[in-house]
């Protein structure tokens, strides 16, 4: 079963306001579920989209695993998507808060990388048969997916009108960065996910070229 950590109160008090929460237009009151923006109304229609997009292919995807590591953690970030997507559903329906509290996802890895590259034995390209996916690629297309998402709920959120949807999609964009990183060491502990690394003088300036700042000129009121 997957982990649920319950948010802090305060994070809360954005979605439980809007129970009597409305807004007008053109002068008169606006009903809950039509309480979206144009943009809006969109935004949140691709990020729906593509979350089932990426639900289907887990589904599709998990036949194919072999290695049970992988095999939890797809099975533990598809419980938590697909809960999430239910709750974006039906705060965008009704325009009222979710049925439960957003949660945040908690990845049950180390985060240790290792750094630098070896030599690949032979150049990546296209497979010409399902009969060669393998766990390498699976973790590749999962990771690209839980990317793709928290690319997708940025722009919903920040045009997002509808206080309820707002909350929900910004509590939920921290959720896909934690399953792409769980992702990422997945792969980088199996040599499928290589990061490379400047050399000590190259990083030692760049990490010196930046400094601390005086606090502000002027007394804050």
Do not use: W
């Not at 039509?34 to 887990?58: K, Q, R």
């Not at 990845?107 to 150049?123: E, I, R, V």
Request: charged share 20%; glycine share 4%; aromatic share 8%.
């Amino acid at each position: 079963m997957f982990q649920y950590i319950l948010m802090e109160e305060e994070n809360r008090l954005d979605n439980t306001y809007s129970q009597n929460h409305s807004e007008t237009m053109n002068g008169q009151t606006v009903v809950p579920h039509f309480n979206h923006g144009a943009h809006e109304l969109m935004d949140v229609h691709e990020v729906l989209s593509a979350a089932i997009g990426a639900l289907n292919l887990s589904t599709i995807l998990r036949p194919h695993v072999k290695d049970q590591e992988l095999l939890s953690i797809l099975d533990r970030q598809y419980a938590f998507a697909l809960d999430e997507y239910n709750m974006l559903v039906e705060c965008f329906k009704t325009g009222k808060d979710p049925s439960h509290r957003t949660a945040s996802y908690k990845m049950a890895t180390q985060n240790d990388f290792t750094y630098g590259l070896k030599p690949s034995s032979q150049p990546k390209k296209p497979i010409q048969s399902a009969s060669e996916i393998n766990d390498e690629m699976i973790s590749g297309y999962l990771l690209s997916s839980a990317k793709a998402g928290a690319a997708g709920k940025v722009p919903a959120a920040l045009e997002a009108t509808n206080p309820v949807v707002r909350r929900v999609l910004q509590d939920s964009i921290p959720n896909c960065i934690e399953m792409a990183y769980e992702l990422s060491i997945y792969q980088n502990k199996h040599g499928y996910y290589q990061v490379p690394r400047f050399e000590e003088q190259t990083m030692e300036q760049i990490l010196n070229a930046y400094g601390t700042a005086q606090g502000p000129m002027y007394k804050m009121q």
